[in-house]
C-alpha cells in the first residue's frame, strides 16, 4: 500500500527529495490530488505515466508557484497570460501555450505547448517552494479513465499496489473538479476543459472565447468521451425523473439524485446538494461510494441546469456515463 502521510515540514521535504531522485508522489490540490514528478526530470514523468497506465499521448499539466515560475517552462507568455494569471491565480484555471525546448516531449504528449497553472492549496503549494519554485507536471492521481481523487484515501485506493507511493494528505479537495483549461495559443482563447472558473467569468475578462460542444470528439486529450467514470456501468435520468427511470431498471441501482424519497428498495440513494459548488465538491466521492455499494447500474438525476458551474458538472456526468 501506498504511504499517507500528514503534511508536517518533514513529510514535505521527503515528497520533496524522492520527487528529487525522480520518484512521483501524489499530493493535494484544491481542484482533486495530483500525482506529480518534476516537470524538467523525465524519469520522473514515465514514472507518472506507468503508475497512472496513461497513453503517452495525453499531456500533463504543469504546476507551478506563479508566473514568473511558469515562464521557466513556456516559450511565450502572452499579454492574456497576464491577465488572467494576475487576476485567477493561484487558482483552478490552466493555461495551454507554447512551450519552451527544455520541457521533455514526453511531459506533454509530444505536443509543442504546455498547460501551466498555479494550485492555491496550501500543501502543494510548500511542496512547489520546498523544490524552489521547479515546475511540477501533475495529472490527477487516479488510474487513467478512472474518477479522479478528492481524498487522500481515493489516491490509496487507486494504487494499492504502489508500496513506494507516498500521498501527503490535505484533507478534501474544496473544489473536487478539475480545473479549467483555456487553449491561449490561437488567435481565438479557446475552452478545452469546463471547470470551476466559468465560461462566463472568462468571456468577461477576454472577451470573445470559443466553447466545446459537449460532445465533440476530442478537442483535448483528456476530453475523451468515457473519462472521469465509475467502473460500474452509469446512466443520467432526467431531472425529476428518477422514480420514472427506476420503474424500467430491473436489477439493484445506485441512484444519485437530489431527492431520496424518489428511491424506493432494493434501489440505493445517495443524496447530492443541490448547490452546485456543493454539488462539485461531492460527486467524485459519491461516484466512487456508488461503486462500492456494488449495485448493477449508477442511475444519476441531471442538474436543474448546464450554466455556470453546472456545465463543468454536467460535462463529467456526460463523460462519466458515455
Ligand atoms: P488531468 O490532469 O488528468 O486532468 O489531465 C490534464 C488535461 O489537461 C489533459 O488531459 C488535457 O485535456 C489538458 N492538457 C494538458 N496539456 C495540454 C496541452 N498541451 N494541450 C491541450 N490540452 C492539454
Ligand atoms: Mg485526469
Redesign the pocket.
Known sequence: MPTILEPTDTSIEIAAEAMRSGFAVAFPTETVY?LGALTLDPRGISEVYRMKRRPAG????AHVLDAPSARTVVESWCPRCDELASRLWPGPL?L?VPRRAVVPPAA??G?E???VRSPSHPVARRLLEELGGASVS???ANRSGHV?PTLARHVAEDFTGEDDLIILDGGRSEFGL?ST?I?LSGRVPRL??PGTVTLESLRAILGEVEAPVIDAQDA????AARHYAPRTPAALAPVGGVRGALADANVPCAVLCFDATHVPGPHTAISMPRDARLYAGALYDALRSADALGCARILIESPPSADGLWRAVVDRLHRATA
Do not use: F
Open positions: 495530483g495525453n499531456p500533463l499539466i490552466t495551454v506533454v504528449g505536443l505547448t504546455i498547460a501533475a495529472p490527477s479522479s478539475e483549461v487553449d478545452l476543459r483535448s486529450p483528456g476530453t
